[in-house]
């Protein structure tokens, strides 16, 4: 495979799941303003513009306003409008290779969140439908893709933004542990509130929750999960069959990682949470340049028109 179809591919993958997750933890945020008056609005404003990597607002914003800045904004990294608008350049430089549904609804979804269509909707209607949008292209892709070294890549590219954005998310939650509604929110932001209650019981205890999200070997959202299906794609892109070690650097960090959150007890995992998950965001960037590395280097340079690596 050309390695610019492939860049192409991985970015699709991590674009379009960087816009379902910002969705997710903006409906986090939205929620627990909603729900429990007692937050510290303005920390929990500056925490969630920390966390997604863009510069705070100076002084007190409405929510309204922090929803429109994250996202419509051109091009900070984790804005929905600029990673909806790089996932579509990426399928752009690769329509050779992405399916035309897939195509199309990537290019309907981008343009009805640009236009004033998306502007219309109550806030959590206009969250709701960026990231129902998502799921239906991630769908689109896994059953109208053959699933050889192109899906692979496009797999690799989702699950290890996956742990990133799933990392950002806990990092908030934590920020406002205080909160008594904070940890049920990141399970129902994150899709896991009914699997969680059907593991755990009705009540929502936060290292419940924290492990849930983190070590559950079952739920596809959860950082171990994530992990294991990022390092399986990998695996599948490595060619031959290897009887002693691993030559992909990228192997050897995601398995280290993943090694560390497994074998360890969850009173060892949830010590200095912040620290870890700070940790895990680092190991993303390490992998994504060993992936650059071994497979992109000869593709020409991207010059992507929204959004950031």
């Known amino acids: 495979m050309l390695s610019r179809i492939a860049e192409s591919l ?3 993958g991590r674009y379009v799941e960087r816009a379902e997750d910002t969705s997710r933890l903006l409906e986090v945020y939205l929620q627990l303003l909603v729900e429990d008056p007692s937050v510290d609005t303005r920390l929990s404003t500056v925490t969630l513009f920390a966390v997604l990597g863009m510069e705070p607002p100076a002084g007190p914003v409405s929510s309204q306003e922090v929803l429109r800045t994250i996202q419509n904004h051109p091009t900070a990294a984790c804005s929905i409008l600029a990673s909806l608008g790089g996932g579509r350049e990426s399928a752009r430089r690769a329509r050779e290779t992405v399916p035309p549904e897939m195509w199309e609804s990537l290019n ?18 206009a969250l ?20 050889d070294e192109g899906w692979q890549f496009l797999q690799l590219g989702r699950q290890l933004e996956r742990v990133d954005m799933m990392a950002r998310l806990l990092l908030w939650v934590s920020a406002n542990r205080r909160s008594m509604s904070a940890w049920n929110n990141a399970l129902r932001a994150s899709g896991a509130l009914h699997a969680y209650r059907r593991t755990h019981g009705a009540a929502t205890l936060g290292h419940d929750a924290a492990e849930f999200l983190l070590l559950d070997r079952l739920f596809p959202r959860s950082v ?4 294991s299906r990022a390092e399986e794609a990998l ?4 060619p031959g069959s ?13 398995g280290r990682a993943r090694a560390e959150l497994e074998y360890q007890s969850l009173s060892e995992v949830l010590t200095d949470l912040p620290d870890r998950l700070r940790q895990l965001q680092q190991v993303c960037v390490d992998v994504d340049a060993a992936i650059a590395h071994r497979y992109f280097v000869g593709s020409l340079a991207p010059v992507w028109s929204g959004g950031a690596a």
């Open 224 to 227: 171990v999960h994530s992990l």
């Open 128 to 147: 709701a439908f960026v990231r129902d949008r998502c799921v239906l292209i991630s769908g689109i892709a896994d059953t109208t893709m053959s699933h």
């Open 235 to 238: 695996a599948e892109l490595e």
């Open 242 to 254: 290897r009887r002693s070690g691993f030559p992909s650097e990228g192997l050897r960090l995601l």
């Open 108 to 125: 309907t979804t981008w343009n009805s969140v640009r236009t004033d269509e998306s502007r219309r909707r109550r806030p959590l209607a």
């Open 10 to 12: 991985y970015w699709i």
